[in-house]
């Protein structure tokens, strides 16, 4: 994994904009919708601003507080700049040149609170606008309420389900393909525990696998790691086949799965 995916909250806090052609008034917009202050490199606010206009931008620069100085930065067009401003740790982005990039900014399928972002690590942004588009033709206008409704409701799956494992496999269930809650396709909103749902049930699952990498998983295989509760697996199961499995599943070295788990074990040996 060549980058860290991470989702920085950036509302009230300053970013550096540098260049002035198309392409930095499409950032600025970006970082506007996710509550950024946009300034220059001296730190002046960008006139205009949420009505701040040039003559104002010093005095709204000064009065932020020390804490909130900028440490993230994107630039068009200007390698000197991109050198300045990491020369005072500052991390940078400099549109259309990946090499000189601390970080690069994702093409965004938006339905919040739900965020989904693509990136190529500056390989190709064509690839993933065209995934985004796809993307958005897949995840439905629900998504965002879905999301509160189930935060709202959390409450109500710890009384329904008090032990940690219990509920979450509920909640995979009812978010399953062809569940109540099923992100694509949600019989409803509600966010709320079923009525009837089924007990969580104890599944122990063989996989037999003559290859050690990963992209030679089958797509059933690679779901049952991706769903697993625990993996156990022998002492020559290959780390790239143990990081497709969720990262809380618990992982266990063993010769023989125990059977009276509960949830889904699968159990890994390679042949």
């Known amino acids: 994994m060549h980058s860290l995916p991470i989702f920085v909250r950036l509302q009230g806090r300053a970013v550096i904009l540098v260049g002035d052609r198309e392409a930095a008034k499409a950032k600025r917009r970006l970082l ?3 509550g950024a202050i946009v300034v220059r490199e001296d730190g002046s606010v960008w006139p205009d601003h949420r009505g701040v206009h040039d ?6 620069a000064s009065q932020m507080d020390a804490s909130h100085a900028p440490a993230l930065a994107i630039v068009v067009d200007d390698d000197e700049a991109v050198a300045r401003l990491k ?4 991390l940078v982005n400099a549109v259309d040149r990946p090499d000189l990039c601390d970080f690069t900014l994702p093409a965004i399928i938006d339905r919040a609170p739900v965020i ?3 990136g190529t690590g500056g390989a190709s942004a064509g ?31 710890r009384k329904r389900y008090p032990e940690a494992a219990d509920r979450r496999r509920a909640i ?4 399953a393909p062809g569940g109540v809650y099923d992100p694509l396709q949600p019989t409803n909103t509600l966010g709320t525990p079923p009525e009837h749902a089924s007990e969580p049930n104890r599944t122990l699952v063989s996989m037999k696998l003559h290859s050690d990498d990963p992209d030679d998983l089958t ?3 690679a779901r049952l790691l991706a769903n697993a509760d625990r993996v156990t697996h022998g002492p020559d199961v290959p780390p790239a086949i143990l990081n497709r499995a ?14 009276d788990l509960p949830g889904l074990t699968v159990d890994v040996r390679m042949i």
């Open 116 to 118: 989904v972002a693509v």
């Open 55 to 60: 003559g104002e931008g010093a005095d709204a």
């Open 87 to 90: 020369a005072r740790g500052i």
């Open 246 to 259: 969720r990262a809380d599943a618990d992982r266990l070295v063993c010769d023989r799965p125990p059977s």
């Open 32 to 34: 506007e919708r996710a």
């Open 172 to 175: 995979a269930a009812a978010l």
């Open 127 to 157: 690839l993933a606008a065209a995934l985004r588009q796809r993307l958005e033709a897949l995840l439905p206008a629900s998504l965002g309420p879905l999301a509160d409704a189930l935060f709202a409701a959390r409450g109500a799956w």
């Open 219 to 221: 797509l059933w295989q």
